[in-house]
């Protein structure tokens, strides 16, 4: 309402008296200049609003084309970042895979190798170990003087220190072993963990690339700008980089390990052939000297029968000499007591008598001789036959011997073979 009209504009009811009723007047009336002033205000507003209208249209048509550009931007931009990261986890996918491969197949080979390091702690334990010590044990079955600390024996003794020093040395590489295969699987877990996540997060920004803003099915997004990443790309980055470089270092670990555990079975395999053959040729020579005393032993022994038999012969010459003199002896008794017989003076002491007395004194000597020779030939005999006796208890105590070390031990230790296992 015009202000101009406000004061020309009349009440509608007044009183006519004092004590009348009210009386009803005309509506107002306004002038042709309030009419023609108020048109052109209304024309004007009208007017005003109109441009008003306009120039927020144009301005909401620049606002559309300015957001429609700066959201295409921002998802080029997007999608370029995300191809960019898809083809970083991709390449470090790769990486992992790759690394994943090596580190299952050095996995694998040091595993072999462990086996190989338990074949030989095996061999040396059941084979080795056993046959050594059962070799001391049989020897100590030798009897007599055999039962000595020879050569053999020293030569046992010092395989079983060699077979003890490799067997220490096998257990300190399976240790070893074992403790690489846990770290080496220890970082093929991490790789798998790694690649896990890496999988996962791939597919996610893929997934994404794909998603377009006119699709259907996008879902119900949710308001996430004030949710902050938990790590920073740096951080990403070093733990897989962290990881890689652990990979790498059980990779270098585990085939400097390899060729340890390839170098200490070769010397372990050529110490113990070295030490074997050593004891094998000790045994050898002691077989070959026991057999060479046995065979000197047999051969006096021999000699040793004859001579008994020729005692023997000569005791019997003997005895039927001593025979002949007793006859002999009896015959000159007879004679001396027949001529104690002779009457009278014919009982004299002729050159008969003394060829008679002579001939009893040298047959009584004769015979004290031949007793002599006799007890001699006995005693000599007593003799042989305790060297006899001797030499056949050490006849079998070499063949003894020779059982025991060419027969027991050296069958045994035809097993100890040995390779690269």
Same mark, same amino acid.
């Given at each position: 309402?015009?202000?101009?009209? %406000? ?10 008296? %004092? ?5 009803? #007047? ?9 009419? =023609? ?19 927020? /249209? ?42 994943? %491969?090596?580190?299952? +197949? ?13 074949? *030989? ?27 000595? =600390? ?49 999988? #996962? ?10 998603? #377009?803003?006119? @699709? ?7 308001? +996430? ?26 990779? /270098?670990?585990?085939? $400097? +390990? ?6 200490? +079975?070769?010397?372990? *395999? ?6 074997? =053959? ?16 046995? @065979? ?15 005692? $023997? ?39 008969? $008598? ?33 060297? $006899? ?15 025991? =070390? ?16």
């Amino acid at each position: 309402m015009l202000p101009n009209l %406000k004061s020309r504009r009349i009440t509608g009811l007044q009183l006519a008296g %004092k004590h009348l009723g009210p009386v009803a #007047k005309c509506p107002p009336r306004y002038s042709e200049e309030d009419w =023609d002033y108020n048109n052109k205000i209304k024309f004007r507003i009208t007017c005003d609003q109109e441009k008003l209208a306009e120039r927020i /249209v144009e301005e909401s048509r620049r606002v559309v084309d300015e957001t429609k550009d700066t959201t295409k931007n921002w998802q080029r931009e997007v999608e370029h970042h995300m191809r960019e990261r898809t083809s970083e986890i991709r390449f470090l996918v790769d990486e992992l895979n790759r690394q994943k %491969k090596t580190a299952a +197949l050095e996995d694998e080979a040091l595993n072999t190798y462990r086996n190989r390091v338990l074949n *030989c702690i095996e061999f040396l334990k059941e084979k080795s170990l056993a046959i050594c010590k059962q070799c001391l044990i049989l020897r100590e079955g030798r009897i007599g003087v055999d039962l000595c =600390d020879d050569e053999v024996d020293r030569s046992l003794r010092r395989e079983l220190k060699v077979i003890k020093g490799c067997q220490g040395l096998a257990d300190a590489a399976l240790k070893e072993s074992e403790e690489q295969i846990r770290k080496l699987r220890a970082a093929i877990y991490l790789l798998d963990q790694d690649l896990s996540a890496k999988d #996962k997060s791939l597919a996610i920004d893929e997934k994404n690339l794909k998603l #377009k803003d006119f @699709q259907h099915d996008l879902g119900k997004g949710h308001d +996430l700008s004030k949710q902050h990443c938990q790590f920073s790309l740096t951080e990403w980055q070093a733990q897989t980089y962290e990881n890689l470089e652990a990979n790498a270092k059980a990779l /270098v670990s585990a085939g $400097q +390990l390899r060729a340890y555990i390839d170098l200490l +079975l070769k010397q372990v *395999c050529e110490d113990m052939q070295n030490q074997t =053959d050593r004891t094998n040729e000790a045994f050898e020579r002691r077989i070959t000297e026991t057999k060479h005393v046995k @065979q000197c032993l047999e051969n006096k022994h021999k000699d040793t029968m004859d001579h008994i038999h020729q005692v $023997q012969r000569n005791m019997t010459e003997l005895e039927k000499e001593m025979m002949d003199k007793q006859r002999a002896i009896t015959l000159c008794q007879t004679r001396l007591s027949n001529r104690a017989h002779r009457p009278g003076l014919e009982l004299t002491c002729d050159m008969v $008598q003394d060829a008679l007395y002579n001939e009893l004194q040298a047959l009584k000597a004769s015979v004290c001789k031949l007793n002599q020779k006799l007890n001699e030939n006995k005693a000599s005999m007593r003799y042989l036959m305790h060297v $006899q006796v001797m030499q056949e208890e050490e006849i079998n105590i070499k063949a003894n011997t020779c059982k025991i =070390d060419e027969v027991d031990c050296m069958t045994l230790r035809q097993a100890l073979k040995y390779q690269t296992f």
